[in-house]
């Protein structure tokens, strides 16, 4: 049973295709407060759900954070598509 409740792995090095994912599972498994304590929005298991610690290791392994995914580096998630060009 272990195994089933075990953390999902972090790839190395972490790809565009991670970080998308990744800024999905931040954005959607975020922390909520409930009368019984703070539970996953998505899951409403306690909060973090695995989603959420893959997500935030997956960040942490690629130098950033929660913040930086969602801000001008990544807008919506996203990279823009000028910065995609200059590449």
Avoid: I
Avoid at 75 to 81: H, T
């Amino acid at each position: 049973m272990s195994v089933v409740l075990a953390d999902f792995p972090v790839l190395t090095p972490v790809t565009d295709e991670d970080l998308s994912l990744t800024a999905k599972a931040v954005r959607v498994h975020a922390p909520e407060p409930w009368p019984q304590g703070v539970l996953c929005r998505s899951e409403r298991v306690p909060y973090p759900c695995r989603l959420a610690r893959w997500g935030h290791a997956t960040l942490e392994a690629a130098g950033l954070t929660a913040e930086q995914l969602t801000g001008e580096r990544f807008p919506n998630g996203k990279r823009s598509e000028a910065k995609d060009r200059a590449r």
